[in-house]
């Protein structure tokens, strides 16, 4: 990596101007002056494409005529990003103005670091956004220490663009839910490290407006859940795994009173199957072991109660 590499900062945007034209300005306070950022609109109609074109000249502006999703989005992003590191940034978050300055070091700091997750914290009260760790619950008592792990939160991470293009960037079909957690294990299997790092700090302005939450959101996360576990898991392992979400996943449609979104999730699993089959890619036993090792969350039956009591 050179001494100064240009870093390219990747921001969605659909129909929440006021965010992204926060995020856009403080991101003039970054130190780390070799960035460029690059906006993928999605088909806003709130006039966000005009005040961001109006407002900030400089961005790489892309504009495209449906909304693709998180992981399409970013891909789109990615692809018109001249960097040699990624950070994607949540359209309702804002860096701290160290934050590019302690990515590079990072990445320069071990060539086996590939993604670098970031501490998120809650704009108003700038303590550790809960919603936001994605982590084993046994580790937040760790948020102030540097530690590997298998996935990361993309309100704000930081990925080396070669990478990224290496393992297959994100997974399009999936929308909305599990893209972080599929990168991730494309990385680790490749022989990358993924790491969080506290000095990565991001400010999430916890907006009272859920576009996933309910229905929807369990639709996506569900199915994704489900898709992600037969493409990779071995075998037996993705058999046992489908039938603890399933089962977390029916309590906690009843509870949450979105069982049909649940049900058509499965369908909607289920119709794409033959295709998982044919492109399956389990891991082999190393990717595996190394993998469960960096995810382990305890028995089966404390996985469980994590999926039934998680909101």
């Not at 956004?129 to 760790?142: F, G, H």
Request: with cysteine; charged share 25%.
């Amino acid at each position: 990596m050179k001494k100064n590499p240009l870093v390219s900062c990747i921001l969605l945007s659909w129909n929440r101007k006021a965010d992204i034209l926060k995020t856009l300005e403080d991101l003039k306070l970054q130190t780390y002056s070799s960035y460029e950022i690059v906006v993928v609109d999605q088909a806003s109609t709130d006039g966000t494409p005009e005040a961001v074109a109006r407002l900030f000249p400089e961005v790489i502006l892309i504009q495209v005529h449906k909304n693709y999703g998180v992981p399409g989005g970013r891909n789109i992003g990615a692809a018109n990003a001249k960097g040699e590191v990624l950070v994607f940034i949540d359209n309702d978050a804002s860096l701290h103005h160290l934050a590019l300055e302690e990515a590079v070091a990072v990445f320069q700091s071990d060539e086996k670091i590939a993604i670098a997750g970031f501490k998120i914290l809650n704009a108003f009260t700038k303590k550790l956004d809960m919603s936001s760790w994605t982590y084993q619950k046994s580790r937040i008592n760790d948020y102030e220490v540097r530690f590997d792990t298998y996935t990361f939160c993309g309100c704000a991470h930081a990925v080396l663009k070669n990478v990224f293009e290496e393992v297959g960037r994100y997974w399009d079909d999936f929308f909305w839910g599990s893209e972080e957690a599929e990168l991730s294990l494309k990385v680790l299997r490749a022989g990358y490290r993924i790491i969080y790092e506290p000095k990565l700090i991001a400010y999430h302005r916890i907006s009272e407006e859920r576009r996933t939450a309910n229905a929807k959101g369990y639709f996506y996360g569900f199915r994704n859940k489900l898709w992600f576990t037969w493409r990779y898991y071995p075998f037996w392992s993705a058999l046992k795994a489908t039938f603890v979400k399933i089962g977390a996943y029916l309590i906690k449609g009843v509870q949450k009173r979105c069982l049909m979104a649940i049900l058509m999730s499965i369908v909607a699993a289920c119709s794409k199957f033959y295709l998982l089959f044919q492109f399956r890619d389990r891991l082999d036993k190393r990717a595996w072991m190394n993998y469960k090792r960096l995810s382990y969350k305890g028995p089966a039956w404390q996985v469980f109660r994590g999926l039934f009591h998680k909101s």
